[in-house]
């Protein structure tokens, strides 16, 4: 894909986690590795609202080179890339049914959700929990940072998740994925339920 169509699916798929209600007002941002650098949703831009031609263009070092200036939590960008070297794409959200999962007392930090479904165990698979650290916090970055060589998908907790992938479809479809899981989840709690087995989820490997 050129930098132009690049520019063009951030935008077609901002508006429509935006129009889906996967996240609100200005929070969200998505970002997308170039031959020489990244482009990346400005700060307070609404993921509903997104104009190609002012998202932030970072190059190789993360030096702002045009567009506005980048989202304040491309931190969490940065560490994604620099912890896998495979990523193309990496999408956080402040989607709602994944934030109240991260605040339940009940979940294991080292593996949020159970295996609902196939489709949540082939995408996203396990996900832990990163602790609470304040707006800014560069804390934040390492504590991810830790969990990011294992784990393409992590769940901050009281915040939101972060989702790396090979290419901007392929973030987007696994952050989806957990979106959805965390609704199942919180749909199924209270009811005895048959997640599934070890054995099928070897089946999957
Ligand atoms: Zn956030």
Redesign the pocket.
Known sequence: MSEAEQREAICAIGASIFARGLTAGS?GNISVRLGDGWLMTPTNASLGRLDPARLSRLDDDGRLVSGDPPTK?SFLHRVMYEERAQTGAVV?L?STHSVAVSCLAEIDPADVLPPITAYYVMRVGRLPLIPYFRPGDLALAEAVRGFAGRHHAVL?AN??PVVAGSSLDAAVNAIEELEETAKLYLLLRGAETRFLTPAQIRALA
Do not use: A
């Open positions: 929070s939590e956080h402040h901050l915040h939101g």
